[in-house]
Each structure stands twice: as C-alpha cells, then as structure tokens.
C-alpha cells in the first residue's frame, strides 16, 4: 500500500478522484490497499472508519504506526483520510490546491482518536 501511495506522489487532486492520475483522499487510500490486496472500504473517508471499526482494526491514534489510517472529522463525518508513514507525517490527497504528498499530520485537534489498521 505505501509503494502504491508513493508512486502517486505529485498527482493532482480531484474531488472523486480514483485515479490513476488524479486522486481524492479515499480514493487514494483504497487504491493504495486494493493494490495490497486488502479492502479498507469504498471511497469515502467515512466508510473506510466504519468498515475498519465493523473488523475490529481500530487503535488508539497514540498507538499510530506506519501504514495505519488516520482519519479527521467526527463519528458520521469523516472528511478525510490519510495514510501515516512515520514521523508525524502522512501521504494524503489534500485539496485542489495541492498535489499527492508527503506531509506533516495537520489540524491535530480534528484527528480522530483512533486509526485504522488494515493489516491487523
């Protein structure tokens, strides 16, 4: 999955996006475990939450590791999803205004309290 994400770095934002040159958040992170073999959800943050919750493959965002989902936004509304590489940092398909990346964990305070881990 994080081989997949990487190789998308520099692609553009597309609300809807499920590529293969354009993307949005799930629709990154979907393809990005699809091509693992692994099914996460379908293409919406939100679901992707939920599915990981009905599998039991949800811990503690303090027990973050790389390759786990972070997710921003609020029970019913998750706007966002990412995938944590280490270091604070996540490969997220952001907004129009910026390409696939590698970036620092933002707006903390919306993070979700748990991840989501799809290879437990």
């Known amino acids: 999955a994080l081989a997949f994400a990487r190789a998308q770095l520099g692609d553009r934002y597309v609300f809807g996006g499920s590529g293969p040159d354009a993307w949005d958040c799930s629709g990154l ?4 475990y699809a091509a693992a073999g692994v099914y996460i959800g379908t293409h919406s943050a939100t679901n992707q939450y939920n599915t990981m919750a009905q599998q039991g493959k949800l811990v503690s965002f303090a ?3 790389v390759g786990d989902l972070v997710f921003w936004g609020s029970p019913g509304n998750y706007y966002h999803v990412a995938i944590y590489v280490g270091n604070g940092q996540v490969f997220e398909a952001p907004n ?14 919306a993070v979700a ?8």
Not at 29 to 32: P, R, S, V
Not at 113 to 120: E, L, T
């Open 113 to 120: 309290p748990y991840v989501g881990r799809p290879g437990a």
């Open 96 to 109: 129009p205004s910026a390409q696939v990346r590698v970036h620092s964990i933002w707006s903390s305070w």
């Open 63 to 65: 027990q973050v590791q």
């Open 29 to 32: 992170t979907k393809a990005a």
